[in-house]
């Protein structure tokens, strides 16, 4: 028996923070690799560091040098690699934040009278139509308020 549902599949969430996976920049497996590279470059870098240390012969010296050097490019290349593929998964969210349809925010007639809104605890009030407060629960926000309590004005909505 095959039982179907219109439900979309949500993907799996991580065991310890609850989260989806497509939440997080990085897969697990990348985490290993960049941690991996961590620590194998720190481990060549103390090794070369005492190494040359304990040798007055110049090409000892040149030879741990180029242990070292090899030690910081693995540990630099591992986050390097989780840092760049961060950005780009920051910028693919970005994108497809940008592309996404607004979702519908509900004004009543006293947000639309005081033109202003604010997500709760925070200091900047924004135009009910403001893609930074969309989707979000917000509470009109008067005037007077914003003077008062020294708010800022959005700087994308207000400009
Ligand atoms: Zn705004």
């Given at each position: 028996?095959?039982?179907?549902?219109?439900?979309?599949?949500?993907?799996?969430?991580?065991?310890?923070?609850?989260?989806?996976?497509?939440?997080?920049?990085?897969?697990?497996?990348?985490?290993?690799?960049?941690?991996?590279?961590?620590?194998?470059?720190?481990?060549?870098?103390?090794?070369?560091?005492?190494?040359?240390?304990?040798?007055?012969?110049?090409?000892?010296?040149?030879?741990?040098?180029?242990?070292?050097?090899?030690?910081?490019?693995?540990?630099?290349?591992?986050?390097?690699?989780?840092?760049?593929?961060?950005?780009?998964?920051?910028?693919?969210?970005?994108?497809?934040?940008?592309?996404?349809?607004?979702?519908?925010?509900?004004?009543?007639?006293?947000?639309?009278?005081?033109?202003?809104v604010r997500v709760?605890?925070?200091?900047?009030?924004h135009?009910p139509?403001?893609?930074?407060v969309?989707?979000k629960r917000v509470a009109?926000?008067?005037?007077?308020?914003?003077?008062?309590?020294?708010?800022?004005?959005?700087?994308?909505?207000?400009?």
């Open positions: 028996m095959t039982v179907t549902t219109d439900r979309p599949v949500s993907p799996p969430r991580t065991p310890r923070t609850g989260r989806r996976r497509q939440d997080e920049p990085w897969t697990p497996a990348q985490l290993r690799i960049a941690v991996l590279g961590a620590v194998i470059g720190t481990v060549l870098l103390v090794v070369s560091w005492v190494a040359a240390g304990r040798t007055a012969d110049v090409d000892n010296q040149l030879t741990w040098l180029s242990v070292a050097i090899v030690g910081f490019l693995i540990f630099a290349s591992g986050g390097g690699a989780l840092l760049l593929h961060g950005h780009r998964a920051v910028l693919h969210r970005w994108v497809v934040f940008l592309e996404s349809e607004p979702a519908p925010v509900r004004v009543t007639e006293r947000q639309a009278d005081t033109g202003w709760d605890g925070t200091r900047r009030a135009r139509d403001c893609q930074l969309r989707g009109p926000t008067a005037d007077a308020e914003i003077e008062e309590r020294n708010l800022l004005r959005c700087e994308v909505c207000a400009g």
